[in-house]
């Protein structure tokens, strides 16, 4: 087994909450200190976890008890509160995008390398029961071999309940960048890398009004699409079509179907750890649907499994939401939005193993195996 994680996070939005559900029930992570540049904020999060401190942005850095720095930033920041742990020696672990850009998201997997530390970036959906299983019925040959899949996620807006909407109209932000992780990470987790891609793009507004919050009311301009649409080649063969909207009301599509030569597998919403997947074989399509039972992932998981994750793993072992994988998943997208903009297919030059799978267990269990 690896090195316990001594946390410290930076940023404490609205996210931090989720974070702080898991992370005093996680096995070799304990969370030493908070930092925000409105330190109020952190010092908010610190009264209500014992043992923990708030700290400024460069006092967290500097600290001598946190060797691993949780970065909850907005997307803008993460490159640049990522190179700054790396500086400090310290593994990071960063909210998803990895980074604006693949190149940002480089210069920060280099300097980790030199540095040797580690680097872990969301979503750890993946690793839950609900991708796991449907890894897993795919990798034991339940659906024969994976032919292609579908991928939606549409919303009318994240303005109707963000008080603070912003960012998800400029650029590094929209559907793509905000929800694509989640789908993006999935199908590789499912399929494999992705070689190629073709899509397409556009937005129905130029500007959003905010519906909740001290801001209801305000405009926010819109200077990115928020519709994306396209296919993903996968290096495997399979193709994955997906679509990715803040325009459209609602759908009655699965959030993520593989199709194979012997079933079809529905996979639930990969923002979340869990839910159903279900198979409809060749053999009994008269019949339709057959739920598959929990068979892989980590039980009961929340966000920060990631991190666990990462500290259960071996020196010199991957763990599974790493940052290869994350400046993929971003080389993916950024890629998609290109071919948009130029109307041609591109090109993915990046690749990525899949991640190992991830047994049915609970982290607790597998820190006993690992100790006994």
Known sequence: MGEPLNIGIIGCGAIVAQYLKTLPHLPSVTLRAVADLDLARAEAVAAEQEGVRA???????ADPDVDTVLNLTIPAAHAEIALRAIAAGKNVYGEKP????????????????KAGVRVGCAPDTVLGTGIQTARHAIDTGMIGRPISASATMVTPGHERWHPNPDFYYVPGGGPLLDMGPYYVSALVTLLGP????????????????????PREGETVPVTIDTHVTGVLVHESGALSTLI???????????NIEIHGELASLTVPDPNYFEGDVSICALGNREVGWDAVPSSAGY?????????????????????????????????VMESLLRSAEQGASVPVRSTAARPRPVPLTSLTELLEDATS
């Open 55 to 61: 700290l400024t942005v460069d006092e967290l850095l």
């Open 98 to 113: 990895l980074a604006m850009t693949t190149d940002e998201a480089r210069t920060v997997l280099d300097a980790a390398e």
């Open 194 to 213: 992705v070689s190629s891609v073709i899509g397409a793009a556009s937005h129905t507004r130029a500007e959003r009004t905010i519906g909740s919050g």
């Open 244 to 254: 990715m909207s803040f325009d459209a009301v609602q759908t009655r599509s699965s």
């Open 299 to 331: 039980i009961d998981a929340g966000r920060g499994y990631g991190l666990a994750d990462m500290a259960l793993a071996s020196p010199g072992e991957e763990h599974r939401a790493n940052g290869t994988l994350a400046f993929h998943v971003l080389d």
